[in-house]
């Protein structure tokens, strides 16, 4: 025979916490009362009531000297009330799930949402909850309630669930609801509900027999009971060792065993006992693998259960109850979202910060652990001169911090860049390569890291890239990275080239901001390369719309041609023939008379015929005349002298 026990089985936090304080009280309070039963277990409830814990379900019969104990389900804000009439001293001894739920349910009423509550009415968790929107909520325990309920018309909803409610079936109702409206969805069913639903079904897969212990009256184990009947047909429920009868379990070759929430550890023991009187592992040596034993400062390993919305990481630890990884415990980098990191099912190393954090949690920290495997690394990284990877999260005085192995590292202002940098904010979110230049091994406080010297190699290594790369005639692509007077300068990819302002286009520019601005991206011809002195000469033309390829022809001397005056010189005028193509007019061929100025016969924008009289094409010149166009003047005749 071979058992299988549950690691989740038996007492939650939530139930532990209410029966551990009232063992406690009982023994130092003379009148000491349980509002209700302090859980569905009827050997519990006994104990106590031998040890002169009484019970009531109404303040109004209770002393006036007695003290009560809220148990673990919560009540409605009226108890409260009552307590503080009457004047009773209290326990309150309320899951911290059911409060977080009170929570919930009191300010969703407030802000006018209607309240919908999946779990059974008549559960006293049920009870306190919908006692927190004024007894006004929707309840719902049943997928063919969830098809009969019909939403008020304009109203908004929020939902919430009982804790212990059967996870498949939550899931089946809130399909249902949220066809008909759509509503806040408050996932409330506790973690160590899910996680002993869920090792229930994957026991009673495995085995041949499966046993439940608990109380019948026990919603969280009539669900176990349930859920284990889908999977193993031999399923039993048992509340006490009597009804446990070993002749008919013992018979199966594999048994199963969990528990309810409110199932004590000593039944669980004798259970196993009894069915392992024949087995060489005892009982202590089970519980001891299946529960856990928690000390702050321990690092232990745990499952994550959920990431909620807010980045907080819920981690099963086999122990008690869950632990919680805060979002400012998962990490040093503010940005870093906890659900793009871990999922549900992943198995982490966790640090313990405290077994008990005040609400029954376990508080854990994820970054105590990467900072401990953080230091080491980067330690062996400044031993051995290696490089190592960081990312920059925030600006501070004198310098940056940068998050290295989820360590905060100083980074000098000087040492970010090999040149001076005035906006240092353009460095944060960026991940980059740093040298570790300072460690103090001794108190891990004074850590400097920089990157001057990689910055310099990684532009030398980026320009013999490009220089390797590029030639005279490449067509490529860059970014305007400056503007100046006389041209542009563009990044090619760690390199910068020039483009002349007389590069930029066939036709006349007058201000570089008129054809380019800084971030532009623009394809380039390169025009000369000179590694030496680190210069590549660029243009922004388009070599094949070069005018020049068919002057000779267009222009050849001897022809006529039309253009337009667009500068003036003292010895001439320039007229433009077409876009990248200027021709000379010297002033001795404006005109067969004698020119003082060419503004005296032309002015800019004037329409010209001239006749080509000299085509260079080597240096791209044309000389042209106006006057060889126009009809030469007769010679005056000169007048016969008088007598």
């Not at 020119?595 to 015929?609: A, F, T, Y």
Request: aromatic content about 6%; overall charge negative; glycine content about 8%.
């Amino acid at each position: 025979m071979g058992i299988i026990l549950a690691k989740s089985a038996g007492f939650c936090f939530g139930v532990k916490n209410a029966v551990k304080t009232a063992y406690e009280k009982a023994k130092t309070e003379k009148k000491l009362f349980t509002y209700g039963p302090i859980i569905h277990n009827k050997i519990v409830t006994d104990d106590l009531e031998r040890m002169g814990v009484g019970m009531t379900e109404n303040l109004d019969d209770a002393p006036d000297d007695c003290k009560i104990i809220i148990r673990s389900h919560g009540v409605p804000p009226e108890v409260y009330k009552k307590l503080e009439e009457r004047g009773l001293e209290y326990y309150d001894c309320t899951c911290p799930f059911v409060k977080k739920i009170h929570k919930i349910v009191e300010e969703k009423h407030k802000n006018g949402k209607k309240i919908i509550i999946i779990g059974n009415a008549s559960h006293p968790e049920v009870v306190g909850i919908n006692g927190w929107c004024a007894n006004s909520a929707v309840i719902i325990n049943s997928v063919d309630e969830a098809k009969a309920f019909t939403p008020a018309k304009g109203s908004e909803y929020a939902v919430v669930v009982q804790t212990t409610f059967q996870t498949d079936i939550y899931d089946e109702i809130i399909s249902i609801i949220t066809e008909k409206t759509t509503p806040e969805l408050n996932r409330t069913i506790c973690s160590a509900t899910s996680e002993r639903q869920r090792e229930a079904v994957e026991i009673a897969k495995k085995v041949d027999c499966m046993v439940i212990l608990g109380d019948n009256n026990s919603s969280n184990t009539r669900k176990l009971y349930e859920i284990s009947k889908k999977y193993c047909n031999n399923t039993f429920l048992f509340e006490t060792i009597e009804d446990l009868y070993l002749k008919s379990v013992l018979k199966y070759g594999k048994i199963g065993i969990t528990a309810g929430a409110s199932t004590p550890p000593a039944i669980i023991k004798e259970a196993v006992n009894s069915m392992n009187e024949n087995e060489n592992k005892s009982f202590e040596e089970m519980l001891d693998e299946s529960i856990v034993t928690l000390r702050t400062g321990d690092i232990v390993k745990g499952t994550v259960i959920s990431v909620s919305e807010t980045g907080d990481v819920s981690v099963n630890l086999g122990f008690k109850s869950d632990g919680i990884i805060s979002r400012s415990d998962f990490s040093d980098d503010p940005n870093t979202n906890p659900a793009d990191v871990v999922k549900t099912g992943d198995v982490i190393d966790v640090y313990v910060v405290r077994v008990n954090d005040g609400e029954g949690f376990v508080q854990l920290s994820k970054k105590k652990i990467d900072a401990v495997k953080g230091y080491d690394e980067i330690e062996a990284a400044f031993n051995d001169g290696t490089v190592i990877k960081g990312k920059v999260i925030e600006q501070v005085k004198g310098g940056l911090i940068a998050l290295i192995n989820g360590i905060r590292v100083f980074v000098p202002s000087s040492q970010i860049s090999n040149r001076y940098v005035e906006d240092l904010k353009a460095f944060i979110g960026q991940e980059l390569d740093f040298n570790i230049l300072e460690y103090d091994n001794v108190k891990r406080r004074k850590i400097v890291a920089g990157r001057k010297a990689l910055a310099q190699k990684e532009i030398d290594e980026k320009r013999k890239a490009v220089f390797d790369s590029i030639n005279v005639g490449d067509r490529i692509d860059g970014t305007v990275s400056r503007i100046v007077d006389f041209g542009a300068f563009v990044d090619l990819g760690g390199v910068d080239g020039l483009i002349h302002i007389s590069e930029m286009s066939w036709g006349r520019i007058k201000k570089v901001t008129d054809v380019l601005k800084e971030g532009d991206k623009v394809k380039v011809t390169v025009l000369d390369v000179n590694a030496d002195k680190g210069k590549i000469s660029l243009s922004l033309k388009d070599l094949d719309a070069d005018p020049w390829k068919n002057a000779d022809t267009k222009y050849a001397v001897g022809n006529i041609i039309q253009g337009k005056v667009v500068r003036m010189v003292p010895f001439g005028a320039f007229v433009e023939l077409e876009e990248g193509i200027d021709g000379l007019v010297h002033i001795s061929q404006i005109a067969y008379e004698h020119v003082e100025k060419p503004e005296d016969v032309l002015s800019i924008g004037q329409e010209i015929s001239a006749k080509v009289t000299e085509l260079d094409l080597e240096n791209k010149k044309i000389s042209l005349s106006i006057k060889e166009t126009l009809a030469k003047p007769e010679k005056a005749e000169t007048p016969a002298e008088e007598e």
